[in-house]
């Protein structure tokens, strides 16, 4: 029997200490709601920042099949030997869902080599994401759209190399469009980057993004494939002696 996929949500955890409005959406953390949102079919940890070495130890994260990562405003509190582990694993084949202002976390920036930067506003809006790639597994069990009734507008230029697959593209009440589900391949590793998540807003509740998010844990799990060698390699068949020109 086949074990189930080994996923380490990370988050923060500052703003539902900090902020009273967050805390009555999320008591007991964002990442929880995230965690709980995956169901029984995964076998879920979590590590938060203010844990010894930013929760992401080598054996936890040796012991960890998809990272989930949200943050938004300790960016740079994350130390950069934590940041080395992460890139680490997953150009070794460790799968990475970044989630909404996680976009410009030090592992994502230093994933895809931009500034990652975005237009954004807190102004309440409604946001529809559609579905633009209908037949990728990500998007498995959704219909053409998700609807979310607020959320934090993204808007373009999003400064991210062009993804290897765009999924959902977001409209925003005020105008605005955005790459919201993109996907992309450093080394052995599978990154999907999604969207939606503000702190304020009960999106981590909503169905359909929890099925978008699981859908996005089975994608980005690791093969079972061995890691590649690199460096000086014997050949695999005899090479005959050759006389010298």
């Not at 990475?96 to 920036?109: A, C, P, Q, R």
């Not at 954004?120 to 009734?149: C, F, Q, S």
């Amino acid at each position: 029997m086949a074990q189930p996929i080994r996923v380490t949500v990370w988050n923060e955890f500052r703003h539902e200490k900090e902020n009273e409005k967050v805390r009555s959406v999320y008591p007991d953390g964002i990442h929880t709601a995230i965690g709980d949102g995956l169901g029984s079919d995964f076998q879920v940890a979590y590590a938060t920042l203010d844990e010894p070495e930013n929760g992401l130890a080598e054996e936890k994260l040796n012991n960890t099949d998809v990272l989930i990562w949200w943050g938004h405003k300790a960016h740079g509190d994350v130390q950069d030997a934590t940041v080395e582990r992460v890139h680490k694993r997953v150009m070794q084949g460790m799968g990475l869902i970044v989630l909404h202002s996680g976009h410009f976390s030090k592992i994502f920036k230093k994933l895809m080599g931009t500034s990652c930067d975005l237009k954004w506003r807190e102004a309440n809006e409604k946001e529809r994401l559609w579905v633009v790639t209908p037949g990728h597994p990500i998007v498995e069990g959704i219909g053409e759209y998700i609807d979310l009734p607020a959320e934090e507008m993204y808007g373009e230029h999003f400064d991210i190399p062009a993804p290897d697959e765009l999924i959902m593209v977001s409209w925003f009440e005020g105008g605005e469009v955005f790459r919201s589900a993109c996907t992309f391949q450093r080394g052995s590793g599978k990154i999907f980057y999604f969207r939606p998540g503000h702190e304020t807003y009960p999106t981590y509740y909503n169905e359909q993004i929890r099925t978008v998010i699981r859908n996005g844990v089975k994608w980005a799990a690791p093969t079972t494939r061995d890691y590649p060698k690199y460096g000086n390699h014997k050949p695999l068949e005899a090479i005959k002696a050759k006389a010298s020109v």
